[in-house]
């Protein structure tokens, strides 16, 4: 009798597709700040998919998730600042205008 050893086997869930490309999808944002959005919806998908059928990929969905609200929140934060200095930029020049205007009497 020969002893072999027994083959492991390791069965895997299978990778939840919409997690994956919700985290692609959120990454390709930081380049072009469109497809955030659309990586929050796909990885939210995935999410609710794995909690369903039990396939791997949460780790993919929440980073997916954690990219894409972080892009989303510096892209609205970065839009208040542009809005706040375009207000406070003239009113600052037109005050120092009429603060160096002296009275010729």
């Known amino acids: 009798m020969t002893n072999t050893p027994a083959k492991a086997t390791m069965s895997t869930a299978p990778l939840n ?4 490309v919700g985290f692609i ?4 944002g930081a380049a072009t700040g469109i497809t955030a959005i659309p990586g929050i919806v796909l990885s939210h998908i995935g999410l609710s998919q794995i909690k ?3 396939e791997s ?3 993919f969905a929440v980073a ?17 600042v542009i809005v706040v200095l375009a207000v406070l930029f003239p009113l600052l020049f037109v005050n120092a205008l009429a603060s160096t205007r002296h009275s010729v009497s």
Not at 17 to 20: E, K, P, Q, S, W
Not at 25 to 28: G, K, Q, V
């Open 52 to 54: 369903r059928t039990g």
């Open 25 to 28: 999808l959120s990454l390709c």
């Open 57 to 59: 990929g949460h780790g």
């Open 64 to 80: 997916g998730l954690v990219v894409g609200y972080c892009l989303v929140g510096l892209s609205v934060l970065g839009i208040i």
């Open 17 to 20: 597709t919409m997690a994956l």
